[in-house]
């Protein structure tokens, strides 16, 4: 997974490992990784305190990352799971040290 400030992203976070799993998109994954670790903003992450970035795919153009984040959400939980685990075994936090 290789990721530039520029870039945009689609992104699974967890709680814990196999815990809840929430996909996302943004155009500044730094900023948002921020946000959901802060609580800045109310909904399903703050709710479930998942605050770990767990898996991410960049893309150059911003349709593209709205599309697979579509259609990561209309997948089912095992998909998501693989594609954690494949990249990230542990689910460590990939953002920890931003």
Partial sequence: MS???????TYLLAN??????????????????????????EGFSKKYSLKKLVYFESFEVVENAIKREK???AGKRS????LIEKDNPNWDDLSADW
């Fill in 71 to 73: 259609q990561l959400k």
């Fill in 79 to 82: 998909t998501k799971i693989q």
């Fill in 16 to 41: 814990r490992k196999n815990g809840t799993v929430y996909v996302g998109v943004s155009g500044n994954l730094s900023k948002r990784m921020l946000e959901h670790k802060n609580g800045t903003n």
């Fill in 3 to 9: 990721w530039t400030k520029k870039a945009y992203c």
